[in-house]
């Protein structure tokens, strides 16, 4: 049996509902895991996002964390350095900002 991820707009609502996050802000996490998923589709990285890692993205965006610190501790750590170089261009993509990672955090 293969279950798929919720539409984009259901997994904003579930976010919204079960965490507290801002709708705007939600849709951007959203947005972020879906091409994260395209990313796996076409075999550009070997991570997938699940609806638990956007959720905990969600909580620490609603703990006060950076979008760059809540991506980090809840996807980025846990990827191949391939993977998370792939992850980063495409947080830059969303959110724009600096995300690339700092030889010590290696």
Do not use: H
């Amino acid at each position: 049996i293969r279950v798929g991820y919720p539409t984009k707009d259901q997994e904003a609502i579930i976010i919204n509902k079960r965490i507290g996050l801002p709708m705007k802000y939600a849709e951007n996490v959203v947005k972020t895991a879906d091409l994260m998923r395209k990313a796996l589709e076409s075999e550009k990285v070997m991570m997938s996002v699940s609806l638990r890692r956007t959720l905990a993205v969600s909580r620490n965006l609603v703990a006060g964390m950076s979008p760059e610190d809540a991506w980090m501790f809840s996807v980025l750590n846990r990827a191949t350095m391939e993977d998370r170089i792939s992850f980063e261009e495409i947080l830059k993509r969303v959110y724009g900002g600096k995300y690339e990672t700092p030889l010590g955090a290696l």
